[in-house]
């Protein structure tokens, strides 16, 4: 059985999200609320050429929003393609509830 496209982009996009441990707390904290960029240097301690990284790798995967206010940029996690992943998880899931009785035969 071949692994399905819809498998392998929720791969993708798990990995997007959460490869990385700052990524997945930049994921966190914008799920909380919108930050700059200069928030996220100050609550995570990382360097901000590391910050503006990830966030590029999440604004390139769609998961993150950004907003212009003024000389400032706000980023907002959005929460549709992580309806979408949630909705590849919970099939997933389910697919392994039923894996048990399912066993190919060896050869």
């Known amino acids: 059985m071949l692994i399905s496209t819809a498998v392998d982009e929720t791969a993708a996009l798990a990995v997007k999200l ?20 200069c928030h996220l240097v100050d609550i995570t ?3 901000q050429p590391t910050v503006s990284h990830h966030l590029r790798v ?3 995967a769609d998961l993150v929003e950004a907003i212009p206010d003024g ?21 997933l899931a389910a697919d ?12």
Do not use: S
């Not at 441990?21 to 960029?37: D, F, H, K, S, Y």
């Not at 509830?97 to 050869?107: E, F, I, K, N, Q």
């Open 18 to 37: 959460f490869g990385d441990p700052l990524r997945a707390e930049i994921v966190g904290l914008l799920a909380a609320e919108q930050l700059c960029t």
């Open 45 to 47: 301690g990382a360097r």
């Open 58 to 60: 999440l604004r390139d």
């Open 71 to 91: 000389r400032f940029t706000y980023y907002r996690l959005r929460p549709e393609p992580l309806a979408t992943l949630a909705g590849h998880v919970r099939r």
């Open 96 to 107: 392994a509830v039923a894996a048990p009785r399912h066993r190919r035969p060896c050869a």
